[in-house]
Nanobody, 115 residues
Framework: QVQLLESGGGVVQAGGSLRLSCSVSGRTADMDYMYWYRQAPGKGREYVGEIRRSDGHIDYANSVKGRFTISEDNVTNTVILQMNSLKPEDTAVYYC????????WGQGTQVTVSS
């Protein structure tokens, strides 16, 4: 079992920043890929980005590239999503995921960007 716990969501004005954290625990040795997804009201789940833990390779959705940064703190076993230059369209519940669609999901954290 793998447990994921997101934190750091909140309300911010457009142009502001937020830092989301995903605390990872449990049997994570085989979980090479960690993902961030988001789901806006009335919309489907959207891929945000990923980090490959074995070599640190990172990729992003085009919609967030250049504004969001994914990193990992190996000491605390935390995956971080730093979000800068936030836009109202970034408003969503953000989810941490381990292992892809059929893997493990956190409970989500709400991010609201006001215009």
């Amino acid at each position: 079992q793998v447990q994921l716990l997101e934190s750091g969501g909140g309300v911010v004005q457009a142009g502001g920043s937020l830092r989301l954290s995903c605390s990872v625990s449990g049997r994570t040795a085989d979980m090479d890929y960690m993902y961030w997804y988001r789901q806006a009201p009335g919309k489907g789940r959207e891929y945000v980005g990923e980090i490959r833990r074995s070599d640190g390779h990172i990729d992003y959705a085009n919609s967030v590239k250049g504004r969001f940064t994914i990193s990992e703190d190996n000491v605390t076993n935390t995956v971080i999503l730093q979000m800068n230059s936030l836009k109202p369209e970034d408003t969503a519940v953000y989810y941490c995921n381990a292992g892809g669609e059929r893997g493990y999901w956190g409970q989500g954290t709400q991010v609201t960007v006001s215009s």
